[in-house]
């Protein structure tokens, strides 16, 4: 969905992984570009996260910052270890050393997908800003804790919920 909203829409200007990887305009994508493009997602999902991410870079001259490059340079670089631990493993054929290797990978998954979905929602964001869904951003309305002398803060933001009845 992201990727098919940074072409604008316009599954004829698709190409697989964007253009950034060999495999590239080899895939048949001019003749059933939703397809590839599902086979694309299916196959490749990191590949394509990371070439959305290329593309909507390139379009709107986004530099990655440092934090990106340390986020994702600490993903790899646990996706690595998780992989030596698990050669190790095999090859010394230890059973706690096997476990660990597993909770190691389970831990490099885990990043994995969350840097995934942290770059989606980027990708969301800088669309919803391209495609003018943002309205003027402003700061958030000035809000008041409650003190002890008055049980309830006065009203700010949006209007109070009814509960429902098993609440009260």
Same mark, same amino acid.
């Given at each position: 969905?992201?990727?098919?909203?940074?072409?604008?829409?316009?599954?004829?200007?698709?190409v697989?992984?964007?253009g950034?990887m060999?495999?590239?305009?080899?895939?048949?994508?001019?003749?059933?570009?939703?397809l590839?493009?599902a086979?694309?997602?299916?196959?490749?999902?990191?590949?394509?996260v990371?070439?959305?991410?290329?593309?909507?870079q390139?379009?709107?001259?986004?530099?990655?910052?440092?934090?990106?490059?340390?986020i994702?340079?600490?993903?790899?670089?646990l &996706? %690595?270890?998780?992989? $030596?631990?698990?050669?190790v493993?095999?090859? @010394? *054929?230890n059973?706690?050393?096997?476990?660990?290797?597993q909770?190691?990978?389970?831990?490099?998954?885990?990043v994995?997908?969350?840097v995934?979905s942290?770059?989606?929602?980027q990708?969301?964001?800088?669309?919803?800003?391209?495609?003018g869904?943002?309205?003027?951003?402003?700061a958030?309305?000035? &809000? %008041?804790?409650?003190? $002890?002398?008055?049980?309830?803060p006065?009203y @700010? *933001?949006?209007?109070?919920q009814?509960?429902?009845?098993?609440y009260r």
């Amino acid at each position: 969905m992201l990727r098919k909203r940074a072409l604008y829409n316009d599954m004829t200007r698709y190409v697989c992984c964007a253009g950034y990887m060999p495999c590239s305009g080899r895939c048949g994508e001019k003749n059933c570009p939703e397809l590839c493009l599902a086979t694309e997602v299916f196959c490749c999902f990191g590949s394509s996260v990371a070439s959305t991410r290329f593309l909507l870079q390139d379009e709107f001259n986004i530099q990655t910052t440092q934090c990106d490059n340390c986020i994702i340079s600490f993903m790899f670089c646990l &996706q %690595q270890f998780a992989c $030596i631990c698990s050669l190790v493993a095999c090859i @010394v *054929g230890n059973e706690e050393l096997s476990e660990a290797s597993q909770l190691i990978s389970c831990i490099s998954d885990m990043v994995y997908w969350t840097v995934c979905s942290c770059m989606q929602t980027q990708h969301k964001v800088e669309m919803d800003k391209r495609d003018g869904k943002f309205g003027p951003m402003t700061a958030p309305p000035m &809000q %008041q804790m409650s003190r $002890i002398d008055q049980p309830v803060p006065p009203y @700010v *933001g949006y209007p109070p919920q009814a509960q429902p009845a098993y609440y009260r």
